[in-house]
């Protein structure tokens, strides 16, 4: 598909009704009724049922007789009033369905067309890319879950899913661990940095064992004064100490049968960690000032940002207890090594925003890539917190770089490296920066039959990363840092160039 007179029809499910859809049919609207094949094998492939729509009518019919539908697929560069219709029509019918635009880049010598959908909708440009696709569909269906989850409980579970998004291979890995586990009544121990997602992780766990309709009871251990912490944990008779005006429950009392989350587990004080791993080993405890004993219904998923292993061998952690917590430990990846993926959180989390506060904010591509450079200290949350501020700044606008808070924009008279919006070369870089020839390479003169580009510089990146392989032993991280290149992006462009590495190099890496 390269433009929008490449259009979308369908060969089976083409007319309206028809019974009702499933959770994973799919309306498609496009004037047009040529076939494009392309698009259907995806779909087909994809395992998802299909309904057409070519005119606003038919499209409001498919809707009221199709109710539970996953999405609404605009094929096609509608023009503006259109758009408005189109918006009229499916905030009316299906206000809770995220409708995926297939929007096709403008040629050269064409006007480039307004979108005015809401900023929320999920826009994919054409040609169509399967992963790309894959990717917006994941994200339509994680929506519906949300909104499916609304209606069961009268509230919308935020907790759930924020920061998991992306498709990066480290965030991949964490939902399947989340999968394997989350089932079982294992004790988790999740590491990461501040800001990564470890109480959301913790969520996800609990929202997938079979102790989800019991509560999730979390609480921060380095927040809460040492001589308080056993009455929180616990909880006491009433006269146990001075102020125990009454008895009260503890947090293992109140996550009976569902999920105590123990946070910064590694600011725990060693007199309380001994109370902990007995109640571990024995299933029971005490409330403070008691001696009834109480069956520990429990599971622990602990947390910290504290290497508990250095903790150990320096004797401020027991490593009794370290082993009872870490019967699977998962670790979560920083923003910074999974920076592919900020452009769905940023998504993400302003879907999450609008709902929230009705408001949300749109980043240009020299934004996104701005923002890409960033080393993100303070992981999601600090990304999270940003959002919130521009959009307050620039309500429903769109930021372009030069709007960012300063820390976030990175020298843009330098070359960006590994960048995910921006060419290979631009031409603000060319009159901007030197770049001096690489060894084995003539910088050529463009003749007047002119040059191909393309062709040259994949030249010269071959010819790089060969250098690179060969000055580290073939060890690829080590490359990646000679190059300044995330790992997975040399990965990537070895493979596209057919690069190999030693047996050797594989063995280190």
């Not at 591509?365 to 521009?390: F, K, Q, T």
Request: aromatic share 6%; glycine share 6%.
């Amino acid at each position: 598909m390269d433009s929008t007179r490449e259009q979308i029809s369908f060969s089976k499910n083409t007319e309206a009704g028809g019974g009702e859809a499933t959770q994973d049919c799919i309306v498609v609207y496009d004037p047009d009724r040529e076939h494009s094949d392309s698009l259907e094998a995806v779909l087909r492939f994809l395992g998802h049922d299909l309904l057409a729509a070519f005119d606003l009518e038919q499209l409001a019919q498919q809707l009221m007789q199709n109710p539970g539908l996953l999405t609404v697929i605009i094929a096609g560069n509608q023009p503006p009033i259109q758009q408005q219709r189109i918006i009229q029509v499916l905030s009316s019918e299906v206000p809770d369905v995220l409708p995926v635009v297939l929007y096709a880049p403008p040629a050269e010598d064409e006007q480039p067309l307004v979108l005015k959908y809401p900023p929320n909708w999920v826009v994919v440009k054409l040609p169509l890319a399967h992963a790309e696709f894959s990717a917006a569909l994941q994200r339509v269906r994680m929506h519906s879950e949300q909104h499916r989850q609304q209606d069961r409980t009268g509230r919308r579970p935020t907790h759930l899913f924020r920061s998991l998004i992306g498709r990066s291979p480290a965030i991949q890995r964490i939902r399947r661990e989340i999968e394997q586990v989350g089932p079982t009544d294992a004790n988790v121990l999740i590491l990461g940095e501040s800001g990564t997602g470890k109480e959301v992780v913790a969520r996800n766990l609990h929202y997938h064992s079979k102790r989800r309709e019991k509560a999730f009871v979390p609480i921060n251990c380095g927040a809460i004064p040492r001589d308080l912490l056993e009455s929180e944990l616990f909880g006491h008779e009433k006269g146990a100490f001075t102020g125990a005006l009454t008895a009260r429950e503890g947090r293992f009392s109140m996550a009976a049968g569902g999920t105590l989350f123990l946070d910064e587990i590694g600011e725990m004080p060693m007199d309380m960690q001994v109370k902990l791993l007995r109640v571990l080993e024995e299933r029971v405890f005490e409330r403070v000032g008691g001696n009834k004993r109480i069956k520990a219904d429990v599971r622990i998923v602990a947390a910290t940002n504290c290497d508990l292993e250095q903790m150990v061998s320096e004797g401020t952690f027991r490593e009794d207890l370290f082993y009872r917590l870490e019967v699977f430990p998962i670790n979560l990846p920083s923003l910074r090594d999974r920076i592919e993926d900020l452009p769905l959180l940023i998504s993400q989390l302003n879907e999450r925003l609008e709902y929230e506060k009705q408001c949300s904010v749109g980043f240009s591509p020299n934004a996104i890539s701005a923002l890409s450079h960033y080393h993100w200290p303070g992981n999601v949350r600090e990304l999270a917190n940003l959002i919130e501020r521009l959009a307050i700044q620039y309500p429903n606008g769109l930021v372009q770089a030069q709007d960012l808070p300063g820390k976030y924009r990175p020298n843009m008279s330098g070359r960006a490296k590994d960048d995910l919006q921006l060419e290979f070369f631009s031409e603000q870089e060319s009159q901007s920066q030197a770049v001096a020839p690489q060894a084995g390479f003539q910088m050529p003169q463009i003749s007047p039959d002119g040059l191909d580009m393309k062709s040259y510089v994949s030249e010269i990146e071959m010819n790089l990363i060969s250098q690179a392989l060969e000055e580290t032993g073939g060890v690829v991280a080590h490359a990646a840092k000679l190059l300044g290149l995330r790992r997975t992006t040399l990965t990537e462009k070895m493979r596209k160039y057919g690069l190999q590495r030693s047996q050797s190099a594989q063995a280190k890496d």
